[in-house]
């Protein structure tokens, strides 16, 4: 008996000072020199009213661009700021037709690191990425739903999880390409569903395109979800049986629409 309790906590104390530590958001620390990366991505949040920077730790883009992918040990850095509103709670915009940012709310990160995440089932795990966020301050925050994150980021699994890729790779579509799309029956502006109801034929598809920076992707209740759509990229959807259908935005939950089908 003695010498169990002896051997575990030889265990224990081992596995202290090796820093051996479960899988989760503790694994991050709160990365205080992001200003000292690269800022890749600004973003204008108008679902959720924010301004967000997007920062890579130091040579993470110059390997992406480089065609090698993103390195073990990068961090990248969502800053969440308010922003400034008019008296009805619409963001107001800058000269350059920007939200104007206001105070920090949250940073949140992810962070990538060679044998992360393998104690994930393939439902959660996002490659060798963790989650976690922090206070204005940098205090660590154990409040959000982590197992979201991986949920949200999970879609992008062919853009190693990071919904920000084509940025992060100098890739992003510029404003020709969502010109030279072919026009959706639906279109995706500013964050909102144009029109947010309409009305389909049973057998013929239609077209969803996003001509927002943002990426978005549609769910309809009940069916297999769409890729994520970059700028001027299209979906099609077929719905074989009349009836009225709900989606959202997969990214965006708050992008809601409907479609009637006769
Ligand atoms: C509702 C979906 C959703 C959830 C939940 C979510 N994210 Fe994201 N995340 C996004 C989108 C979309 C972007 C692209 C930037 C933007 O639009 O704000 C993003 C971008 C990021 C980025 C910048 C790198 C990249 O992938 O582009 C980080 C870091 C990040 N998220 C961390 C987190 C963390 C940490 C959590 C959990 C606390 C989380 N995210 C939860 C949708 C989500
Ligand atoms: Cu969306």
Known sequence: MKKTAIAIAVGVLAAGITGITVAGPEKIKYPSDYLKGTLYATVDRPDTKQYRELYASPGVVESVRAGKGVPSGAVLTLV?????????????????????????????????????????????????WEYSAFTPTGEFNPKPNYDSCFQCHLP???????????????????????????????????????????????????????????????VVTGRPKTEVLLRGQTASLTFDKAGGYNYICGLHPSMKGTIEVK
Request: proline fraction near 7%; charged fraction near 25%.
């Open 156 to 218: 992008h699994a062919k853009l190693d999880f990071v919904t920000s890729l084509a940025k992060l790779a100098g890739k992003f579509p510029d404003a020709s390409t969502v010109a030279k799309a072919p026009k959706g029956d639906v279109q995706i502006v500013g964050f909102q569903f144009m029109p947010a109801k309409i009305v389909a034929t049973a057998g013929k598809p239609l077209k969803f395109l996003n001509t927002d920076d943002s990426p978005h992707f549609i």
């Open 80 to 128: 969440q700021w308010s922003v400034q509103q008019d008296d009805k709670g619409v963001p107001l915009k800058g000269p350059d037709g920007r939200f104007i940012k206001k105070d920090i709310l949250a940073h949140t990160v992810m962070e990538k690191r060679t044998g992360w995440g393998a104690e994930y089932g393939p439902e959660k795990r996002n490659g060798e």
